[in-house]
């Protein structure tokens, strides 16, 4: 058995439009390790979901897809063809922004959580995978989950409701955890909660993670190691500790200085970080390095490709820049 559960080289994603081909994926690179979590980050619409989706065969009819090379759990597999579809809810289980959207309003949470274990345990027995659902709910931290199960999605909260979503995504024991914003659409404290159950989990299953998020704080505190996106390119990637402390790309460094410190104290003269300028236009994206027009560093040799550099300890970054 290999230690790496899933490897993607050189993956392109591009939607045919009205006489324009817009590029959202260029030559994405991502490996994922047994055990191991990792995220990516970057800003709205740099095509974060996009490489989820992907994964799992979820991408949109007018979406077409490359890759050098694919394949989770040893085997190879083809992005573009229903391969990825089949892993979904079997192999691959996502837990997504808004909880709403897995759970079905006209169902109970209980019946909710066995059917979802059927594609994986078919042979088990209803009562069975009634005791299996609420053993995972009640340690996903819903109180009261023998009753709780008899509810539906409604008399549940947000944060409650995104903790049925990762239940569901646990009762498939899934060799792969997707996660993508899966805070995003509650409030600070109930955020915490969520991002605690998920660490909890973290330190309890075998499963690897991706998590997919804006936020560094969040990658920081569930991951290993992070993959960096910038319109749909990685510009930087390595283990988290490196490349929070010591980001290499521009693009990490104005990334990581937009981040807000819930800790420091509010200071309403003091303007929030942004990053000047716009993402470029995905039907239009420029020759050479991609963050040059919002780049403080850029230069002449900007215009051409900028090469990836390896800084060691696994951290490298796409920049002509070498990196003090
Ligand atoms: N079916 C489609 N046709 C054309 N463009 C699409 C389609 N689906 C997504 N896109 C474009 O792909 C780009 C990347 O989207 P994606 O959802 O992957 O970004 P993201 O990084 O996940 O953003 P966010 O943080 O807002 O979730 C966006 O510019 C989006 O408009
Ligand atoms: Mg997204």
Redesign the pocket.
Known sequence: MTDTLLTIENLN?S?R?DGNT?H??NGVDITIRRGQSVG?V????????????AMLGL?????EISADRAAFDGHDTNLASDEPTALRGTEIAMIF?DPMTALNPMFTIGAQLVDIQRRRFPKENRRKLWARAEAVLADVGVQDAADRMHCYPHEFSGGMRQRVVIAMALLVEPKLLIA??PT?ALDATIEAQVVEVLHRLRQKTAASMLV???SMGLIAELCDSVIV?YA?TVVESGPVGDVLHRPRHPYTRALLDCEIDPYAAFDPSQDLATIPGN?PD?ARRPEGCIFAGRCPSRHYRCRERPPRRQVGGGQSYSCWLEAA
């Open positions: 994603v939607y439009g817009a959202i994926l990516l970057g800003e709205s619409g740099s095509g974060k979901s996009t490489v989820a989706f991408l949109a009819g007018n979406a922004q993508d914003e995003t997919v998020s804006h996106m749909g993402v995905p």
